[in-house]
């Protein structure tokens, strides 16, 4: 199932096939996105839903996610014996499967052979084959310009209510915080303290990837102007799950109309009421975010 003979020569990418890179802060509906695709027989994915290529190659200080599938690599094979069954070869298949996720990394510039042969694993001649790794909207206009020698691309880059959005992963982050409260009350109030903190050492307003401005001016700065209306598709999280969305995204594609699921949010995280507080704690840090979104969009994000 697994090659870890990856060739010398170049890899060509599939004739005629877009390379699609869903991009997007946390929880602005990614994992949605990937989710609505995947049943579509002209949508191609690879093993791993993220694959933080770009950032982690290209980008200073975002070598994290290359240094955590080291490090499970490297407790996988330490746990590696001469047992029998199904649990040891699953975890022979995990080891394989992070050895190709190594690959991705071999490469010296401009090479993709690694990147191109974990993305291609069990590739079938889908039309669109997806690259959705939300961080990817950190990057600079060089690396944009960059992930589009790989490959004709386009990007859908959602977005979200600001301040939803940041109580959204703050309670994600909390949640999964090793002893984080079991009481609705105590969560809650954790929340807030995390907002609390942020909002009075002025670091709300500096989160990098929730700068939509940012994004977009990187973006569109690497996407030739007469290009970007069939290559860049912008969608709020608001609006995703309902048909009309859905219809946008296919056509923007190129493949055949999927149906909608309004329930199929994705990873909608431990429930918590926004305090008035931190809301207001919250917009204060983002209201620049806010005054783009309604001039750009014509919406309050």
């Not at 003979?5 to 991009?23: Q, V």
């Not at 969560?187 to 977009?216: G, N, S």
């Amino acid at each position: 199932m697994y090659q870890l003979d990856i060739p010398a020569t170049a890899i060509p990418f599939p004739e005629g096939a877009t390379l699609l890179y869903g991009i997007g802060a946390q929880k602005a509906g990614t994992t949605w996105l990937s989710a609505l695709l995947k049943p579509s027989p002209e949508c191609h994915f690879s093993p791993l839903k993220e694959l933080h290529y770009f950032d982690s190659m290209r980008l200073p200080g975002t070598q994290h996610v290359h240094a955590e599938r080291v490090a499970t690599l490297q407790d996988l094979a330490s746990q590696v014996t001469q047992e029998q069954g199904p649990m040891h070869r699953l975890k022979l298949r995990r080891i394989a499967d992070l050895a190709m996720q190594l690959h991705m990394f071999t490469d010296t510039a401009p090479g993709y052979n690694g990147y191109l042969s974990y993305l291609l694993q069990g590739y079938t001649n889908q039309k669109v084959i997806c690259d959705i790794t939300p961080a990817y909207c950190a990057l600079n206009t060089l690396i944009f310009r960059e992930m589009q020698r790989v490959a004709p691309a386009k990007f859908v880059f959602l977005m979200r209510d600001p301040v939803d959005r940041l109580w959204s992963q703050v309670r994600m982050t909390e949640a999964s915080r090793r002893g984080a409260p079991k009481d609705p009350a105590a969560f809650e109030a954790a929340c807030l303290d995390w907002v609390r903190t942020q909002h009075d050492t002025h670091k709300i307003e500096k989160i990098h990837r929730a700068d939509y401005a940012r994004t977009i001016e990187k973006l569109e700065n690497a996407v030739p102007e007469a290009r970007q209306a069939e290559q860049i598709l912008y969608l709020f999280y608001e609006d995703l799950f309902d048909q009309a969305s859905v219809d946008r995204i296919c056509a923007f594609l190129g493949i055949a109309p999927v149906t909608a699921d309004p329930d199929a949010r994705a990873n909608p995280g431990r429930p918590s009421r926004l305090p008035e507080e931190a809301e207001l704690r919250l917009y204060d840090g983002l209201r620049t975010h806010y005054a783009f979104a309604a001039e750009r969009f014509g919406r309050d994000a």
